[in-house]
């Protein structure tokens, strides 16, 4: 696997991953049913990019991104922190906006830090810079 794919795809799997956890973490704050909804769709596509991405490692035997816990420890507790007193649907769809608009900005980076990619490497990145935008739009309603 060509390594500026394996980086692209490693990005998809990083965002797409702290994505999911951010929602998971959020999910259990929420309470009202369409917010709820709407975060667990997104938290599906997240998966749906996800998958496709490591499809797309494995098939070229490249490395899969591996997470670290303390990443993971970090997300959860400033989650957590920021949410302790504020739980509002607006301040909730604030966070994962923010969240989201972070995906983007690594994504276009990794993109054009590896330009050389294929464009199988490049869809999928796309696909979730796409995503995340969209997400953006939808989350505004609940602002």
């Known amino acids: 696997m060509k390594h500026d794919d394996a980086r692209i795809l490693q990005e998809v799997q990083k965002n797409t991953e702290m994505g999911m ?3 998971d973490t959020i999910l259990d704050k929420i309470g ?3 917010f709820s909804l709407q975060l667990s769709r997104q938290a599906l596509r997240y998966s749906e990019i996800h998958n496709r991405a490591l499809d797309q ?3 070229n ?3 899969v991104y591996r997470g670290s816990q303390i990443a993971d420890i970090i997300l959860k507790g400033s989650i957590h922190a920021n949410t302790a007193f504020n739980v509002s649907r607006g301040h909730l769809a604030e966070m994962m ?3 989201s608009s972070r995906g983007i900005t690594g994504m276009w980076k990794a993109m054009k830090h590896n330009s050389l990619a294929t464009c199988q490497a490049m ?3 796309q696909e979730l ?3 995340e935008q969209e997400s953006i739009e939808r ?3 609940y602002l």
């Open 21 to 23: 956890t951010a929602i």
């Open 32 to 34: 009202d049913d369409e």
């Open 57 to 59: 490692i494995l098939k």
């Open 61 to 63: 035997e490249g490395e």
């Open 97 to 99: 906006i923010q969240e």
């Open 123 to 125: 869809e999928i990145a």
């Open 129 to 131: 810079v796409d995503f």
């Open 139 to 141: 989350l505004r309603e």
